[in-house]
């Protein structure tokens, strides 16, 4: 069998040389036919250019792809899975995070039958504000998204040739993967590791991008989002029906005195700001279907090299 290793690339300069290292003294241990995808998500810094000489060093078992710009991980890994040519695909970070040394394990796994090998990660080597969100936002996820995300489950996994044939054939041009993984189902194991510190460089993760994140996974799979604004709709009318029914009585039984800014003004400033959530929540699908329906590449290539892709023919 063929093992292919799928690395996503964004300024990783100052760690993707070590990764190469660790990882093809691993594989070499394990005497398993391999070749490492690269795919550089539009590196500011040197990236590209080690990325190249890796590929001349280990020219049979290396494959490179550079995007034009900045795409985002998603749209790396979808190009670096459509490169692939492996039996089994494994997706990692570049920057160690994910051990090299539990491939065999993954390996050990996938023989047994599995179509996808998921290494479950402790939260170690994270702050601890990023912690306790990530711990919260999954509570609220779970209950609110169809697919079932799991915390810690992140993009290393093992996937067998079935399973990538699967995720390529989604079309979508919001990939949310974590929902993708767990969309085409297929027969799926984990298993924990503890998580490394990131060996040097830095996190591309904002707060706020891990938030926007966060909604895109809200969104990505269902109209839930959307039941729960007619649920609150609904529960509102009730409400001001009984208020309604409520004063009319009191103005019967005691004639009508006309207390009550406060409560009209926050009734008002309340209902307005309901609205324009529900109206943002509605935006938000609009937007997602503008965007689908553009039908864009999800991402552009200026350059690759390495082996020549041979075997199962490229897929677009
Ligand atoms: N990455 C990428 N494109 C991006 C951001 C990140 O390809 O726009 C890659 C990055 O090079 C790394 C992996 O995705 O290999 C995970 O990124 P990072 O370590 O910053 O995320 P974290 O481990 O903190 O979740
Ligand atoms: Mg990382």
Aim: aromatic share 10%; net charge neutral; proline share 3%.
């Amino acid at each position: 069998m063929k093992l292919s290793i799928v690395v996503p690339c964004y300024n990783e300069e100052a760690v993707i040389g070590r990764f190469d290292d660790r990882i093809r003294t691993v594989l070499d241990d394990l005497a398993v036919e391999y070749e490492l995808c690269y795919v550089d998500d539009g590196s500011t810094d040197g990236t590209l250019p080690r990325i190249r000489s890796l590929a001349q060093q280990h020219r049979d078992t290396t494959r490179y792809l550079s995007f034009s710009r900045n795409f985002g991980k998603e749209p790396a890994i979808l190009a670096g899975l459509k490169e692939a040519t492996g039996d089994a695909v494994i997706i990692m970070d570049a920057d160690l995070q994910h051990p090299p040394e539990l491939i065999e394990k993954m390996l050990d796994l996938y023989q047994l039958g599995h179509d996808q090998v998921i290494a479950k990660r402790s939260r170690e080597g994270d702050r601890r504000l990023r912690t306790a969100l990530t711990r919260m936002y999954y509570r609220a996820v779970n209950t609110w998204v169809d697919v079932e995300l799991a915390d810690g489950v992140g993009d290393f996994r093992l996937l067998s040739r079935t399973a990538v044939d699967a995720l390529i054939s989604l079309p979508e041009y919001n990939r949310f993967s974590k929902g993708l993984f767990s969309w085409i189902g297929f027969d799926t194991i984990t298993f924990d590791y503890r998580n490394a510190a990131r060996e040097a460089g830095e996190t591309k993760w904002r707060l706020g991008s891990l938030v926007n994140y966060g909604i895109d996974g809200m969104l990505s799979f269902n109209c839930r989002p959307l039941r729960l604004a007619i649920y609150a709709g609904l529960s509102l009318a009730v409400l001001a029906t009984l208020y309604a029914f409520w004063v009319i009585g009191a103005a019967l039984a005691g004639g009508i005195t006309a207390p009550g800014y406060v409560t009209l003004v926050a009734i008002i400033v309340g209902l307005g700001g309901l609205q324009m959530l529900m109206l943002g929540l509605i935006g938000e699908y609009i937007g997602r279907i503008y965007y689908e329906s553009k039908q864009r590449p999800h991402f552009l290539v200026k350059e690759s090299g390495g082996t020549p892709r041979t075997g199962r023919p490229a897929q677009s």
